[in-house]
């Protein structure tokens, strides 16, 4: 018998239990030295970053969300007659000017009312005179010209009956908060209102006596007749929108303006009339 079989008829039962244990052993640490070499993770230590992500998301994730939910806009309610009249009527109505009827004044009223509402209405939408359509407001409608029209003729004698404000289902759009977090979180969405441009409040408001020149007023785009004004200053000029001067009222008779509105509108037709405000 040769040396080798003597060698190999000499292992014991462990020694051979060892061996494979060795070889097993080997082979894994092989096997996870090539998953490293290739990228290949364990799945232990891809448990562990995806954990510590899933933590950092948590943490981050904001209190409360703010969503912005679109509805369908229903029937507009529009202004009701007295909002008008104190918007846009009362500047020449309130006091007379340009022969307008004032608001009770019933002798004045009475001729008026005796050619009926439908007349008046239409005066009013489509301008007579010295009144401009839809006394210079553009942005009313039909309907709101002739609650208006009712309003001062019912205070004066007449009446008449208008037509009826629709009830306004919503408005074109609501916010809406979604709180992802406890209500003690005092997390508010708050809307901010923009007020009207300088155009808008002047094609509204100022264009009945700005456009034409009525009661002297400067005219739209006469640098001639805006010159001595605008040498004034810019925060003359506002002053005199806001308080009101000689024969403009203040806030070109339209008390709902803001401050900042009238003061936008007094750059738009100064800087209309060679101004650099």
Not at 23 to 28: D, T
Not at 61 to 79: M, S
Not at 196 to 218: F, Q, R
Request: charged letters at 20%; proline letters at 5%.
């Amino acid at each position: 018998m040769s040396n080798v079989d003597r060698d190999v008829q000499g292992y014991s039962f462990g020694q051979i239990i060892l061996a494979a244990v060795a070889g097993l052993v080997g082979f894994a640490v092989l096997y996870l030295a090539v998953a490293k070499l290739f990228g290949i993770a364990d799945p232990i230590e891809v448990a562990e970053p995806l954990a510590a992500l899933a933590k950092v998301e948590e943490n981050i994730k904001p209190v409360a969300v703010i969503e912005v939910a679109e509805v369908n806009a229903g029937a507009e309610a529009g202004k009701n007659g007295a909002e008008v009249v104190k918007a846009v009527c009362v500047m020449c109505h309130g006091a007379g000017l340009m022969n307008a009827p004032k608001i009770g004044d019933n002798a004045q009223w009475a001729p008026r009312i005796a050619q009926g509402y439908e007349t008046l209405v239409k005066h009013a939408i489509e301008g007579i005179r010295t009144m401009p359509a839809r006394g210079g407001s553009p942005a009313l409608t039909d309907d709101e010209v002739a609650r208006a029209v009712a309003e001062m003729a019912n205070a004066s004698g007449a009446k008449f009956k208008a037509p009826e404000a629709k009830a306004a289902e919503s408005t074109a759009a609501e916010t809406a908060v979604s709180a992802t977090a406890p209500a003690e979180s005092g997390v508010v969405a708050t809307p901010v209102a923009a007020g009207k441009s300088g155009e808008e409040v002047y094609k509204a408001v100022c264009l009945m006596c700005h456009g034409s020149g009525l009661m002297n007023a400067p005219k739209f785009g006469d640098n001639a007749q805006w010159e001595p004004r605008i040498k004034q200053g810019y925060e003359t000029l506002v002053n005199n929108a806001v308080n009101g001067i000689r024969m403009m009222p203040a806030k070109g008779g339209n008390p709902a303006l803001s401050d900042d509105e009238v003061a936008g509108a007094v750059k738009y037709m100064a800087n209309a009339a060679g101004a650099g405000f």
